[in-house]
C-alpha cells in the first residue's frame, strides 16, 4: 500500500533493479551458508571420502597383478545426441 491509500496505482518496479536486488540477497545468503561451520565440515568430510576413493583406487591398481580384470576408472558415458533434423 502506499501513503495515499490503499486504491492508489502503484507501477511495477523496474525488472532490472529487482533482478540486482535479488542477486545481491542471493549471493549474500549464498556466502553466509558457505562460510558456515556445517557447510566447510560437510565439504572436509566429502573431500576426504573422494581422497581415500582415490587412494584405495590406486593401492588396488598397484596391487593387482597384471591380468587382473580390474574396472579402470574412466569418464562417464555421454549420452548421444539426437539429431533434430531428422
Known amino acids: 500500500m502506499s501513503e495515499n491509500g ?3 496505482y ?8 529487482l533482478r540486482t536486488l535479488w542477486f545481491a540477497s542471493l549471493s549474500q545468503a549464498m556466502e553466509g551458508y558457505m562460510r558456515s561451520a556445517a557447510f566447510l565440515e560437510w565439504m572436509r568430510h566429502v573431500l576426504s571420502v573422494m581422497t581415500e576413493t582415490r ?6 591398481w598397484s596391487s593387482a597383478p597384471p591380468t587382473a580384470a580390474l574396472p579402470r576408472p574412466s569418464a562417464p558415458e555421454r ?5 533434430p533434423g531428422s
Open 6 to 8: 490503499p486504491n492508489t
Open 10 to 17: 502503484e507501477p511495477f518496479p523496474d525488472p532490472r533493479q
Open 55 to 60: 587412494a584405495l583406487q590406486a593401492a588396488a
Open 79 to 83: 549420452p548421444a545426441l539426437s539429431d
